[in-house]
């Protein structure tokens, strides 16, 4: 199921080689490629974890192999609580989840592959057995025998009432009837194998989109959880910009002294005044 969100690492911009860190729960160095934050995986893988590692938080790296590890044990948890037992095909495809492989496959392929050549002839003649071909075939013969004898009269080989006819004829079923029987056991052992594949692909689909709906419901929950966060800063934002400002007060420019210009009149009035005086003397 590849649900879980890989971080791949980008080169920096002093040394140019690759970002490393330390999986938490094996302790080894590896390159970000190779690791994956816990709080983006699926809560209830999450709480796996944790039972063992109680210490981790959202922020924990850990590697690709131990995440394969969990998911498998998660994945077996999951089937023996379900079942009541674990098999074989429940253990192939707890592992095909956690490497994330298909589990599908052509079963026609993998049976004709291990077919022997008896097993060919049998399985070519019980199908021919089986078909119009042969009936048509033989009731052609079966006539044709007939015909040739009642028409020879006294000279035929097999006269009336046909005695060696009905010795081929028991020949054929005791013949004939082995082999049907043996290629339908071939064919039971085909669906049989097509049936467990069936079950295997039938489960794995089951717990992928069990993985999924979890997947996306803590996608979603996180979202609401950012979004809310988004909005709270908006509304502080917003009772910031409805609250008044006051507004500085100007300072007052201090008053400059007038300078008394004298006009042309006041200064010759002001030179006459000790003229006259001078003059009344």
């Known amino acids: 199921m590849q649900d879980d969100v890989v971080f791949p690492s980008l080169p920096t911009h002093e040394t140019g080689k690759l970002k490393r860190g330390v999986c938490a729960i094996s302790g080894v160095e590896l390159s970000r490629k190779n690791l994956?934050?816990?709080?983006?995986?699926?809560?209830?893988?999450?709480?796996?974890?944790?039972?063992?590692?109680?210490?981790?938080?959202?922020?924990?790296?850990?590697?690709?192999?131990?995440l394969a590890r969990y998911r498998t044990r998660y994945v077996e948890e999951i089937l023996r609580e379900e079942h009541g037992e674990y098999t074989d095909l429940d253990r192939e495809v707890a592992e095909s989840i956690a490497r994330q492989d298909t589990i599908a496959e052509n079963i026609e392929d993998d049976f004709e592959e291990h077919r022997t050549l008896g097993?060919?002839?049998?399985?070519?003649?019980?199908?021919?057995?089986?078909?119009?071909?042969?009936?048509?075939?033989?009731?052609?013969?079966?006539?044709?025998?007939?015909?040739?004898?009642?028409?020879?009269?006294?000279?035929?080989?097999?006269?009336?009432?046909?005695?060696?006819?009905?010795?081929?004829?028991?020949?054929?079923?005791?013949?004939?009837?082995?082999?049907?029987?043996?290629?339908?056991?071939?064919?039971?052992?085909?669906?049989?194998?097509?049936?467990?594949?069936?079950?295997?692909?039938?489960?794995?689909?089951?717990?992928?989109?069990?993985?999924?709906?979890?997947?996306?419901?803590?996608?979603?929950?996180?979202?609401?959880?950012?979004?809310?966060?988004?909005?709270?800063?908006?509304?502080?934002?917003?009772?910031?910009?409805?609250?008044?400002?006051?507004?500085?007060?100007?300072?007052?420019?201090p008053a400059t002294k007038r300078k008394v210009v004298a006009t042309a009149g006041e200064a010759a009035a002001d030179a006459g005044e000790p003229a006259n005086g001078h003059s009344d003397a």
């Open 119 to 253: 097993e060919r002839l049998s399985d070519g003649l019980a199908s021919f057995g089986g078909s119009w071909a042969f009936l048509i075939s033989f009731g052609v013969v079966l006539a044709i025998w007939m015909l040739v004898n009642v028409v020879a009269g006294t000279g035929a080989f097999d006269p009336y009432p046909f005695i060696l006819l009905n010795l081929v004829l028991s020949c054929i079923a005791a013949i004939q009837a082995p082999i049907i029987m043996m290629s339908q056991k071939r064919q039971e052992a085909k669906d049989r194998l097509r049936s467990f594949n069936d079950y295997q692909v039938n489960l794995k689909a089951e717990l992928e989109v069990r993985h999924l709906h979890e997947k996306i419901d803590h996608l979603i929950t996180r979202q609401w959880q950012r979004l809310a966060e988004i909005q709270q800063v908006q509304l502080e934002l917003l009772q910031e910009a409805q609250v008044p400002r006051r507004k500085p007060k100007r300072r007052k420019k």
């Open 36 to 66: 994956i934050a816990l709080g983006t995986l699926r809560p209830s893988l999450v709480e796996h974890i944790r039972r063992d590692f109680p210490d981790l938080d959202d922020n924990s790296l850990i590697s690709l192999k131990e």
